[in-house]
């Protein structure tokens, strides 16, 4: 049990080796029921390799991972899926030449005729649900019926976001560099849907380099460095001295 609650996610000892190189070292972590937790480090520290176990894409060679209390393994993303852990990477994976309702669905796209080979996707439903997803997000876009790819960065992202957690990110959310490559105002409304998941209880990992947003959204921080988790700090009792000073090494590391 933790300050935030009951615990979820229990990751221990995690080793990942690719060839000679020791990608994670023994790396640990904990994440409660609706926390938010910052994963931050510098480049090839581990913090992909970390959320990528996680994900079922490369999983850790050994190591344990637990949720809520249960021993579990993760070796596709299927299995994470089926575990209600989503992962929204920085490129997004989004098809550009479909709308909102085509990206919020893609692959599961209900079905209004199915003979054989053929089959007529359900728009109607597609449409419905999706506004269902964006309303309950506070999620604003003019004209969901356009092609993603005209769509701004910020509401680019807020698709994928949206798309995670229509297919079911129950347990986890995991956000990769969620406020990169975006303008001041596209960041502003990126920051206010990770305010809104917090809000209702989404539990969420999210890298990244900005730590001055890290300090906007995080209850927790976790400082990589060299394939492990050396710290893990309240966001309320440090400062970005201090964080930086975790991430380069000039602070010993701690675990809140």
Known sequence: MTENGQLLLELRNLEKSFGGLRALQGASLEIAQGQTVALVGDNGAGKSTL?????????????QIRLRGQDVTISSPKDAGE??????YQDLALANSLDVAGNI????????????????PDTKQMDAETAETLERL??????????????????????????????????LLVLDEPTAALGVEEVRKVLGLI??????????MIVSHDLEHVFMVSDLIAVMRQGR???????????????????VGDIEGAVA
Do not use: C, Y
């Open 229 to 247: 988790v050396v710290a893990t700090v309240k966001t309320s009792d440090v400062t970005k001295t201090d964080v930086v000073g975790l991430i």
């Open 51 to 63: 959320v990528k176990a996680i994900a079922g894409i490369q999983p850790a060679d050994s190591g």
């Open 105 to 120: 669905f893609l692959g599961e796209e209900p079905l209004k005729v199915k003979l054989g080979w053929f089959s007529v």
């Open 195 to 204: 305010g809104t998941l917090k809000d209702e209880g989404q539990t969420m």
């Open 138 to 171: 506070r999620i604003r876009i003019p004209d969901p019926g356009r092609p993603v790819a005209n769509l701004s960065g910020g509401q680019r992202q807020a698709v994928a976001i949206g798309r995670s957690i229509r297919k079911g990110a129950r347990e």
């Open 83 to 88: 575990m209600g852990i989503e992962v929204v």
